[in-house]
């Protein structure tokens, strides 16, 4: 899965990827990028650290946050262009 999602983001498919964002209730218009794995909570920081160690530059954001506050943090910073 990382060498294809470090095919698709050198190839810049990933960055042209459209997404329409109706997260916390409130749709936007599309935007470019994003990628949504799933794994179980046990596996979460072992293929966040396989990510950063086989790809550096993908950009590794972790939603699994129990306090509400915390979730929308998170989801501000993973829509961020930065």
């Not at 599309?30 to 799933?38: D, E, H």
């Amino acid at each position: 899965i990382i060498a294809y999602l470090a095919v698709l983001h050198h190839s810049n498919v990933l960055q042209e990827l459209k997404i329409q964002n109706t997260s916390l209730s409130s749709a936007s218009p599309p935007r470019t990028g994003g990628v949504l794995i799933v794994c179980p909570a046990t596996l979460i920081n072992q293929w966040r650290n396989e990510l950063h160690l086989w790809y550096p530059p993908l950009r590794v954001c972790v939603m699994h946050q129990l306090i509400e506050t915390e979730r929308r943090e998170a989801i501000k910073q993973a829509s961020s262009n930065q």
